[in-house]
């Protein structure tokens, strides 16, 4: 039936106080106008000047009265426009009509809304957070309206009847459309307690006489007051369904409840808009846990539709993002719901793919177990066999539904990695390779290259080189990438020794330190693997034609520290060159006793000894004793090297003072030594005489020197060389020969004196007979 349009003015006798009620308009037929009458007088009775109304009317035509009253001068009482709806078959909602304008004060004479006007979202929205802690309360009211039929009256206390009028359009908004056109109303009242309405709404100046919204038992048991003008209102009482939607409106997401009556107060709905809510952090724990206790609930009905599940394993997302949550109850409802579709054979399969579920291991071991014996036990006797086909069930099983370090599946990484550690077992590793390959789960095969590298011992270093050089070494080259570098040398080195031109010894020691290390080795456990992989062996090591060009990619101390020297002894013994990496070598192999035969330690430190004594860091006195004890346990020594010990000593006598060479007899070595050494000697001490020192001809000036030099030079050595009676000779006449000019009679004459008291009247005779023969 249409809706019916009425209009009524109320005035209210002077004398009697009575309220008369008249139409101004013609009633027409089929409206009830006794119960019209009587609900516009009780509710818009009195005093009242304005206010928008709807009520059900108690009387067997049924339907609803829409009232709007305003102050009307011309009429000297209350205008009020009526609408009546026999069924109550509103557009929307009966507060959609609701006209700030028809108050006093505003423009224009319209009784309600235009048609087609609804409240803004957003308005509600911005209302509802401004309202806090209020809102929850209050929407628990309006659900036990419709909850029980005998639920009390909401009083609002507001200043004014638009934010009545909001408090009313929130409830309807929250509401599905067939509540909220039942839901009876009206914007202001004189006298609660007479107004047939569910929410009433009152004014700061309400007669406490009439209603006294503060009295104890008027707010605890009668009504149920939300005052929002200072005073203490009803008890705070809430429930899961207020208190989400009211997080639903405070976070900007109306409810948007469905339109069926029967499910009007479902959670499930409210759990799905949460979704459009970005942040959860104002949700709470106890509503999280409600919602989702609501959600797992849903998840294990089979009428729930595939649209709402989709929504229910994003709310599970979500909800195992923030701390404290427990979800796996719904995350496990899911799984068995998919579960049940797929049926006892695809239980495997659909374990796997959920991993868009946030399912811990107890969870999905205990549904699992729902469905027949865990793959887990399948898995553990199958270790007791080869890997093989038969391994792949159970392993992708657990790959797909199990945690990263289930021990049954480390056992697995174990058994394949000793698989692939023995390619002479071509049968065993093929199927391995087969089966990872199968797997396809490149992160697995990640685990199963890196236990291969474990330890990375020269047994199975051994095992990684056999198997990069074996029929399956194109397919270890495709899992290198973040494998260990252990796995990627060997690799390489299977790939470049490859062939009948393969590199092989120190080229391809080289070849892999500049592809792998940046052209030089930083540690001693790099060392230790590349060496096992180049030169295999117990004893394995470079050729000795190789041994001086390991040093160029590989600091000598890391060889030493590596416990490798006793690998180079040949190159030590017979350099070719005297670079800085063999003095390096020296060095550090000098450093470790135990670590080389006694004979080679000694080639170590006579090479140091040299060394230092010719730049000056190590004295004449020891040198020289300790020198022949080093070169009697060093044994023979290469030919460069010899040469090169003296041309060390050689020049290390040379830039030593005069005097200490007197005192040590150190002479008395190159007197009676090789001719290489004299003549080391003689170009040592021309050397010094050039570019100063202890021969320089400003320092010879000293009669000291001249007086020690002559000495040393003239001394008669038992054994010695004719070369050195050569040299000698040439020495005094072009060292001290050229410094004679330069000495006055004084300083001659301390000579003389110097040589009469370390040599006595011969070595004063000797030096006037060769002074004369100068002249």
Not at 158 to 179: G, H, M
Not at 263 to 290: I, N, Q
Not at 499 to 512: F, I, P, Q
């Amino acid at each position: 039936m249409a809706i019916r349009e009425l209009s009524y003015v109320l005035h209210r006798d002077p004398d009697t106080g009575a309220d008369r009620l008249t139409p101004t308009t013609e009633v027409p037929d089929g409206v009830p106008d006794g119960p019209v009458e009587r609900v516009i007088a009780a509710t818009h009775r009195g005093a009242l000047s304005a206010a928008l109304s709807h009520t059900r009317l108690p009387h067997r035509a049924g339907g609803t009265l829409l009232c709007s009253a305003r102050h009307d001068e011309e009429a000297a009482g209350v205008r009020v426009d009526a609408r009546w709806a026999p069924d109550g078959d509103w557009p929307r909602w009966p507060v959609d009509s609701w006209r700030p304008r028809a108050l006093p004060g505003g423009p224009g004479t319209d009784a309600f809304a235009p048609a087609g006007r609804l409240w803004d979202e957003a308005l509600l929205a911005k209302f509802a957070a401004d309202r806090g802690e209020r809102l929850a309360p209050f929407l628990a009211d309006v659900r036990r309206l419709f909850a029980d039929p005998a639920g009390r009256q909401i009083v609002l206390a507001e200043e004014d009847q638009e934010t009545v009028a909001r408090w009313i359009a929130l409830a309807c908004a929250s509401l599905p459309v067939p509540l909220a056109r039942a839901l009876t109303f009206t914007t202001a009242a004189d006298d609660p307690a007479a107004a047939p309405q569910q929410i009433v709404g009152v004014g700061p100046g309400l007669d406490t006489a009439v209603f006294d919204r503060f009295d104890l038992v008027t707010r605890t048991h009668l009504f149920r007051v939300h005052d929002g003008l200072g005073g203490p209102g009803s008890p705070r009482a809430t429930d899961p369904w207020a208190e989400l939607t009211a997080w639903l409106w405070r976070a900007g997401a109306a409810p948007r409840p469905t339109d069926r009556p029967e499910d009007a107060f479902a959670l499930l709905p409210l759990a799905r808009r949460a979704l459009r809510v970005p942040d959860w952090d104002g949700l709470g724990a106890d509503l999280a846990r409600t919602l989702l206790d609501t959600a797992a609930r849903a998840a294990a009905e089979d009428t729930t539709d595939a649209d709402t599940v989709r929504d229910l394993t994003d709310l599970c997302s979500r909800a195992a993002a923030l701390p404290g949550l427990d979800v796996q109850p719904l995350a496990a409802a899911l799984l068995r719901r998919r579960l049940r579709t797929a049926g006892p054979p695809g239980v495997d399969a659909v374990l796997s793919a959920a991993v868009d579920l946030p399912l811990d291991p107890g969870t999905r071991r205990a549904v699992r177990a729902e469905y027949g014996p865990p793959p887990e036990d399948d898995l553990r006797s199958l270790l007791l066999t080869p890997p093989g086909p038969s391994w792949g069930r159970p392993l992708r099983t657990l790959l797909g539904t199990g945690p990263a370090e289930d021990p049954v599946v480390d056992d697995a990484v174990s058994a394949l990695a000793r698989a692939l550690a023995r390619p002479e077992d071509r049968r065993t590793c093929a199927d391995t390779v087969a089966l990872l390959d199968g797997l396809g789960d490149r992160a697995f095969t990640r685990r199963v290259v890196d236990r291969l590298a474990r330890g990375a011992g020269e047994t199975r270093l051994q095992a990684l080189r056999a198997l990069a050089r074996s029929p399956h070494a194109d397919w270890l080259s495709g899992h290198l990438d973040g494998a260990p570098l252990a796995v990627r040398l060997a690799v390489s080195a299977g790939r470049l020794g490859r062939g009948a031109y393969g590199l092989s010894g120190v080229d391809l020691w080289t070849e892999l330190v500049h592809a792998h290390l940046d052209g030089e080795i930083s540690d001693t456990a790099t060392v230790r693997m590349l060496w096992t992989l180049v030169w295999p062996g117990r004893d394995g090591g470079p050729t000795p034609r190789e041994q001086g060009r390991v040093t160029e990619v590989c600091p000598p101390g890391l060889i030493a520290e590596a416990g490798l020297a006793d690998r180079l002894t040949f190159w030590l013994r017979n350099p070719q060159h005297l670079d800085r990496p063999y003095i390096a070598f020296a060095r550090e192999a000098a450093r470790a006793p135990g670590r080389l035969p006694e004979a080679d330690l000694a080639v170590a430190q006579l090479v140091c000894l040299a060394h230092d004594f010719a730049a000056g860091r190590e004295p004449l006195a020891d040198t020289m004793r300790r020198c022949p004890t080093l070169k009697a346990r060093a044994g023979r020594l290469g030919t460069v090297l010899d040469d090169a010990v003296d041309y060390w000593l050689a020049h290390g006598m040379a830039r030593s003072d005069p005097e200490e060479l007197r005192r040590t007899g150190a002479l008395h070595r190159v007197a009676t030594g090789r001719m290489a050494l004299i003549r080391h000697y003689g170009d040592a001490v021309r050397e010094a005489q050039a570019h100063g020192g202890a021969l320089d001809p400003a320092a010879l000036r000293d009669p000291r020197r001249v007086a020690s030099l002559f000495l040393v030079w003239t001394d008669a050595v038992d054994g010695a060389k004719g070369g050195w009676r050569q040299l000698s000779g040439e020495l005094l006449l072009d060292v001290l020969g050229a410094v004679l000019p330069q000495l006055d009679e004084r300083a001659l004459g301390e000579v003389a004196t110097l040589l009469a008291g370390r040599g006595g009247e011969r070595g004063v005779q000797a030096w006037n007979k060769w002074r004369q023969g100068m002249r």
